[in-house]
């Protein structure tokens, strides 16, 4: 609304953002009058959470604000969803929850969009920087949405209370499954990094991600399909992990990891001792099914192999499939020079053979990358076929 105080508003996009604000407005009355339905009481922020909140709809920019709102409504949305259809839950907010989840699908697809406009000229500078500040807020969301003063009125010891919640695998799960969506989305949008991705590793190196029985994880692998002459994290994340009391080992092809990283896991193999958390490498393994059995998960890969876990944590990668007759570079992408496909020996080009997105240029960049490669490509096929009629 602040960057369209001064447009016409009678403009079909203008209109839109009215309505949308409208609803949102409706919504939280709704929320107000099921909470005065139940006979409780507003319970306050406190203070420090009450100045963040004044410094996002301050300062909050376009597509941190649209980010920010969309990790809100994405852990609404999951937590909805369980409310409305248990019948613990008091009548009146399974009714609010149903009506907000049916209703909020069309806003969360709204600030998706509005993220991608924002992100169409983005530097990778500013990319960067706005990732960190929506992943600070999606914290303060989380932690916000358990308010201390609740649990003292109720005379606990927020202390334990904290413990407890913290402990709780269903509160973690829950939150896990508010981020999967959320981190398909941004991982499209050219938003997640190889160095955002091993943060879950880091984490559970932290001990902050338990089994179901309350014990630290120690085994952690890592499947990756990216092939170890090309691996889809650096030398800083592994060094993280070090520095973090992990033990990183690669099971296969260690001779073919680039030297900073060869020389780094060769110097903490010694360190491999009773204890420290192991996390294994697993290169050129494509996870093709995630079978759950009596005991935990059978992870089946491409080549054959298969991996045992008791859970497994999904990421985000790409490598384009092997087609006949269209040549492959070795790191998975469709050999091409500007999306002209071409011979990878030669660089002539095949006739009649062109590419676009991710099988053009690997795993990177979202929307606006994806409208500037496909505009390169059809450059190309125009000059190529003016070349060819005005050749006749």
Known sequence: MRRHHTVDPMRPDVKFLFNEC????????MFVNA???LGVRYYRLDRSMAFLGWLFRTFAWDEVAYGIVLVGEQMFDVMQRDWMIDDRVAEPIR????????????HMAFAREKL?????????????????VIAIGAHLIAKGLVNPALYREAELDWAAVRRDIDRNEHHRLMFRRA???????????GLLNSVTRLDVVASMVRGRVETVAGESITRIR????SAPGRPSFTASALHELAELGAVPVVDRGAELLPEPLRRLLSDRVADEIAGRTTVTLSFGNEVTACCPTGSGVRVLTA??????????????????AVLDGVPMRPDGVVSNGGGRVVCPDSGVPVAGLYVVGWAKRGAKGGLGDNRRCAAETVDKIVADMTAEVSGR
């Not at 409208?22 to 009355?29: F, I, P, T």
């Not at 991608?116 to 960190?132: I, K, N, Q, T």
């Not at 981020?179 to 949008?189: C, G, H, R, S, T």
């Open 303 to 320: 080549t054959g192999r298969v991996f045992a876990a008791d859970s497994v944590v999904c990421a985000m990668g790409f490598t384009a």
């Open 95 to 106: 009714r609010t929850s149903y009506v907000h989840v049916v209703e909020e699908s069309r």
């Open 222 to 225: 890592v499947i990756s399909r």
């Open 116 to 132: 991608r406009e924002r992100l169409f000229r983005a530097s990778r500078l500013r990319r960067v920087l706005s990732m960190l």
């Open 179 to 189: 981020a999967e969506p959320l981190i398909v989305f941004l991982d499209k949008e």
């Open 22 to 29: 409208a609803d949102e407005n409706m919504h939280s009355l």
């Open 35 to 37: 909470l005065e339905s």
